[in-house]
């Protein structure tokens, strides 16, 4: 299962992104989705994951300014990323926890990660 993510760029402090990715491959079904990011000289963090239902969880620090959503039919994840503030520079990465059929339909599971897309915002 391999993950596309698109969306990054440079904004000002105060204004909007939206990122996406999808998953794609064969015999295969997403569970959660969720978007993770990282910043220079920091380790890796949670930012927002959403189950197959709808269920949601956010970081505290984006509480209120992002949120997650998912389009299932396309295998899709979003995250709109509103008042958007300098620390939330990063890389952000979206993954995506899958259950893979095998040709003999033993299930596997495990989480793709996408390519990772730059998030840049000038004060």
């Known amino acids: 299962v391999q993950l596309q993510a698109y969306g990054g760029g440079l904004v000002q402090a105060g204004g909007s992104l939206r990122l996406s990715c999808a998953a794609s491959?064969?015999?295969?079904?997403?569970?959660?989705m969720g978007w993770h990011r990282q910043a220079p000289g920091k380790q890796r963090e949670l930012v927002a994951m959403?189950?197959?239902?709808?269920?949601?969880t956010y970081a505290d620090s984006v509480k209120g300014r992002f949120t997650i959503s998912r389009d299932n039919a396309r295998n899709t994840v979003y995250l709109q990323m509103n008042s958007l503030k300098p620390e939330d520079t990063a890389v952000y990465y979206c993954?995506?926890?899958?259950?893979?059929?095998?040709?003999?339909?033993?299930?596997?599971?495990?989480?793709?990660w996408g390519q990772g897309t730059q998030v840049t915002v000038s004060s």
């Open positions: 491959g064969s015999r295969f079904r997403i569970n959660d």
């Open positions: 959403i189950a197959s239902g709808g269920t949601t």
């Open positions: 993954t995506g926890d899958y259950i893979h059929y095998s040709e003999h339909d033993v299930p596997v599971v495990g989480r793709s």
